[in-house]
């Protein structure tokens, strides 16, 4: 397939890295689709960021300025001196730490290896030293059963993320084919490697939620290398909680996970040494920013800001459309921009964490896992007035699939 060479913000993909990276053996790519930027990876770890730098190369020096405000050259040297550095190494793994020197070395200089550790680490890096990635609020379900228009598994998604200019100017969906593992799509910005969203060829979906625990840990890694784990070896439900549940966590927070397979849901709540599983009533689930179990609630040192009106607008809305939800109820959801504290409809551009529609979101994404489908809606702030764009990912990463429906885009608002 030939792929046009766009021009889009401002930048322009340079014709030479992109045939040297379409012409090579392990077939990464990349093309703009209804305004995405679509980074397709495949090979080994090493081949992977390689592929990455060299085709988001334009893109990764805003990158580098951002993570320089947030951990420049001495805060790093701080954390180089300490071993905090060799510490996240040594949790992180060896095939993730070479795909993130790849993505330096095909940058050519556009971005550092220690730079990338860091992006990739910002949970690590906020709750155990304060440096603050920008406002992070998301809110997300499962829905299947009796609650969905055709019983089968329903997944909607919020995440929100203030301050990362450069992921409204470049929305990436990443699609991995990593050698001998499992195949899945990511969502997120240049560099990224960790996973934030994602949703792997088995049908399991995670997704992760900030959240304010007392327990901290520096021997424990970020949990987006957590998700990116999750994505590469669960095959269904269990195996993606038992993988978090051994995980050496480093901060608290809500994973929701799903699962095509067993057409089930949870939430995983966790601090550094305590977990809880939530499991769905009536075929639905939800997540905001706070613990619901109340033994987890003991070790919550505070709830994200509007968080606890999320839940319940998010609950609410839920039940409304019990036993009719499809992913144009679900689209609808996640831009609802009522605020239960005030009884009123915020304008979407309102500055407040109380709606799930709000001024901070980076992107949403509907999935049905049972089909391998999702809608992405990315690009500049609030991510989810954009297009909900239609991906199909088993299309995505074998070009001779032929699916029974073609899949359509949610306009934007």
Known sequence: MAFRIIRRFG?????????LACGSSNSS???????????????????MGLAHGRLLKEMLPEVKTYIQQIAPDLFQNYLRQEGIIAKIEGYVGPDILEEIQGIADGSEG????????????PLYILY??????????????AAFGEATADGRLLVGRNLDWSAMSFSQKYPV???????????????????????LTGMNSYGVMAAIHVDLSTELSLDGVDILFGLRRVMEEAKNLAEAEQILINLPRSTGGNVVLASAGDVNASVFEFSTLHYALRRPENG????????????MQTYEAAAVAGSSWRYQRLGDLLNLNY?????????????????LKTQTTLPILAENGRTLGNNSNMYSVVFLPQDLRFWAAMGPTPGLTNTYVGFDLRKETDPGYKPATPISNYPAE
């Open 29 to 47: 790519k990349l093309e703009i689709r209804d305004g995405l930027y679509v980074l397709h990876l495949k090979g080994s770890p090493r081949e």
């Open 128 to 141: 155990n030293f304060g440096n603050l990635f920008g406002l992070v609020g998301c809110s997300s379900f």
């Open 173 to 195: 969906v990443l699609i991995y084919e990593p050698k001998g593992k499992t195949a899945f799509v990511s969502f997120g910005y240049p560099g990224i490697v960790g996973v």
């Open 284 to 295: 639905i689930i939800w997540e905001t920013n706070n613990y619901q179990d109340p033994v």
């Open 323 to 339: 036993g009719q939800l499809d992913p144009d109820k679900a689209v609808a959801m996640l831009r609802d921009t009522y605020d």
């Open 110 to 121: 556009a971005i550092g290896y220690e730079d990338l550790l860091l992006l990739n680490s």
């Open 11 to 19: 930048f322009a993909l340079s014709l030479g890295i992109f045939l």
